[in-house]
Structures are given as structure tokens and as C-alpha cells.
């Protein structure tokens, strides 16, 4: 063999071995991406009554918006912001002159009227005196009735416009037509203001609710009456007993979340307008029988729109997506239902990081 010809097939046998030195390192560094390393936690079944919680917030059973029935300008406001109030109370004053003036009118007019009436009532009694004695005509007698029926027309007129009046009168004061509190302010001393036109919010003091917005897959485990759990953030050691009394017809357009009005129980005195809670309602006994497991929070994946999570397969430890329903979502647990067993191993942290079918390197955790 020529030098030139030993040349080429040494350089054959070079490019021969780097390849394969190649493709093996390429598996290797594949194994090694593929065998990652993840936190799991065993699967176990929860104990107790199934439960569930939503956020809510206590609100007034009854609100209103609190306007005058007359138009004029603000001359006085006497009430702000959380004021409490009693029922009927004067929160604001308008300017009174004109409607003073017209209610003067009207009494005058008035006046004038019952005096009309008592001098073509004494008109008339006279010329039907005088008509028995045939002392006057028909016709005079007839103009006699004519006015007297006037009279007493205008009477009532005068009555009506004088009642109207007065009303008026009085509408330049706003009452509080319920005990309560004050919740808003709309009109400012010095605006003049329309009939109608809001001034203040008046939150009713008869009773109190806890208002929450319930998903829709969990719909079906509420029902007017249900009894549930208020625990209010404010006051963390205290839990107050509450009433569905309301479900909204329908969904929310925007969240697909249906409201529920929770009447709370007197008791709660402490409970004011406004304070954040968290409600809890307890699944019916048939419900509370289904399969429950209590994960991290920071398990939960979602496939879509459907939250899942990933279970580590044995025997080889790859990963494969599992669909789950949750059930209640706290700050760090979080528990589902589905197609999962006690013993079953699920990643508990890094759910973003893995793939379906990757090879894992399981480290367990402990449970929640």
C-alpha cells in the first residue's frame, strides 16, 4: 500500500471513531436530560367531612340610594361616611326660600278660597229663602248654585295645591327612611340637584350578609337554606354560622361564577360592612363519600383549562398527565378528586419544567 493510499485510511478510521464517539456522548447527555430529578409526594386519601371554601365579603341585606324628591342646591350635608343613622334622621337640607315661598302662596290661596266658599254658601242659603218666597227669579237662584259650586271647586283646588306645597316643603329635607350606615357620598354642599339624583348610599341595619362568587362545577353542592361557616380574616379565631338564603339565576359574564348570599347569623356583631371572610361548605354525606387527596398547591398543573397533575408511572418513572377536579384551593394545600390512588407518586414542585414521558429521578417529599 502506498503512503498517500495508508493516509486516506487512517483518516477513514479517525472520522470512523469520532463518530461514534459522538453519537455516544449525544446519548449520554439525552439520558441525562431525560432523567430529571424532581420533588414528588405520596398520594393519600383526606379524612373528615369533604369541605370547601370561596372568599367572600360581609355586605348589607339591603342597600339604597337616598335622593331628594325635589330639585334646588345643597345647603347642608349632616352626615358622612360610616355614619351610623336612625330612621328618620335629617342627612341634608336644601335651600328651603322657594318652596317656602310657594307653600305661602298656596296657604294664601288657600284662604282666599274658604272665604269665596263662605260667602257664596251664605249666597245661596239666602236666595233659596228668597226663591221659597218667591221673591227672586229662577234664574237668579240657578246663578246662586253656579257660584256656590265654583266656590267649593276652587276650595279643593286651593286644598290640593297647598298639600302640594307643603310637600315640597318638606322634600328640601332628606331623611333616612331606615336605621343604617352611611356607604357613600354622590352630591357635594353647594350642587344643585335634580329629583332623584343620588346623594348618599344607605346600607340597611336589619341584618348583615356574606357575599361569595361560587364556580360553576361546584354549583350543584349549594342550595338555598344550606348551612355553611364564616370565618372572617379579621377575626381569625372566631367562626360564625351563616344561611344560603340566595343564588344567582345566572353566571357571571365575565369569571362563569354564580353569586351566593349568605344571611349571617345576629350573633356576629363584630362583623362589619365591607370585612374580607372565607365561607365553608360541607359536601352532603353521598358527595362526602367520593375519594379525596390533599396536595401541595404547588402540584397542580393544567391541561388546557383543566387542572391535572403529573404522576410519576412505575416501573420505569415516566411521566404521564392526570386530570383531577378541585374540590377547595387554600393558600398551600390544595385538594382535588380523580382518577388517582393512595400510594400514587405526583410531582409536587417544577410541574412547568417536565414533559409528558420523561424519565424522572424521583426525591419524596412530605405529604401536606
Not at 23 to 34: F, M, P, Q, S
Not at 37 to 43: C, T, Y
Not at 44 to 67: D, F, I, Y
Not at 277 to 287: G, L, N, Q, R, W
Request: glycine letters at 6%; hydrophobic letters at 40%.
Amino acid at each position: 500500500m502506498t503512503h498517500s493510499a495508508s493516509r486516506w485510511v487512517y483518516r477513514l478510521a479517525a472520522i470512523a471513531c469520532s463518530t461514534l464517539v459522538l453519537a455516544a456522548c449525544g446519548k449520554h447527555e439525552t439520558d441525562v436530560v431525560r432523567q430529571k430529578q424532581v420533588s414528588v409526594v405520596k398520594v393519600s386519601a383526606s379524612s373528615g367531612p369533604g369541605q370547601w371554601q370561596v372568599p367572600g365579603q360581609v355586605g348589607a341585606r339591603e342597600e339604597t340610594t337616598l335622593s331628594f324628591r325635589t330639585d334646588g342646591k345643597i345647603i347642608e350635608r349632616a352626615v358622612r361616611i360610616g355614619d351610623q343613622v336612625a330612621k328618620d334622621q335629617v342627612l341634608a337640607q336644601l335651600d328651603p326660600v322657594p318652596a317656602r315661598q310657594g307653600h305661602d302662596s298656596a296657604q294664601a290661596q288657600l284662604a282666599a278660597a274658604r272665604k269665596g266658599l263662605e260667602f257664596a254658601t251664605s249666597q245661596r242659603k239666602r236666595d233659596q229663602q228668597q226663591a221659597r218666597a218667591q221673591l227672586i227669579s229662577r234664574a237668579q237662584l240657578e246663578q246662586s248654585e253656579n257660584a256656590y259650586a265654583q266656590a267649593k271647586a276652587a276650595l279643593t283646588q286651593a286644598e290640593q295645591q297647598a298639600a302640594q306645597a307643603s310637600d315640597r316643603l318638606s322634600y328640601t329635607k332628606l331623611k333616612a327612611m331606615h336605621a343604617g350606615v352611611i356607604t357613600a357620598e354622590h352630591a357635594q354642599t353647594g350642587q344643585n340637584v335634580a329629583p332623584g339624583q343620588p346623594v348618599y348610599s344607605l346600607a340597611w341595619s336589619e341584618g348583615k350578609d356574606v357575599i361569595g362568587d361560587i364556580p360553576e362545577r361546584l354549583l350543584a353542592s349549594v342550595s338555598v337554606g344550606q348551612q355553611a361557616s364564616v370565618r372572617l380574616n379579621a377575626l381569625p379565631d372566631q367562626v360564625f354560622p351563616a344561611t344560603v338564603r340566595e343564588i344567582a339565576p345566572a353566571a357571571d359574564p365575565v369569571s362563569r361564577t354564580f353569586r351566593v348570599k349568605l344571611t349571617l347569623d345576629p350573633g356576629a356583631v363584630q362583623a362589619r360592612l365591607g370585612m374580607t371572610a372565607s365561607i365553608v361548605f360541607t359536601y352532603p354525606d353521598d358527595e362526602g363519600a367520593s375519594p379525596r387527596f390533599s396536595l401541595p398547591a404547588t402540584a397542580l398543573f393544567h391541561d388546557g383549562d383543566v387542572p391535572a397533575v403529573w404522576l410519576v408511572q412505575q416501573p420505569d418513572s415516566t411521566l404521564v398527565l392526570r386530570q383531577v377536579t378541585v374540590i377547595s384551593q387554600g393558600a398551600n394545600t390544595v385538594e382535588v378528586s380523580g382518577d388517582l390512588k393512595p400510594g400514587d407518586m405526583v410531582v409536587a414542585q417544577g410541574v412547568h419544567t417536565v414533559s409528558k414521558g420523561m424519565k424522572v429521578v424521583a426525591s419524596q417529599e412530605q405529604a401536606p
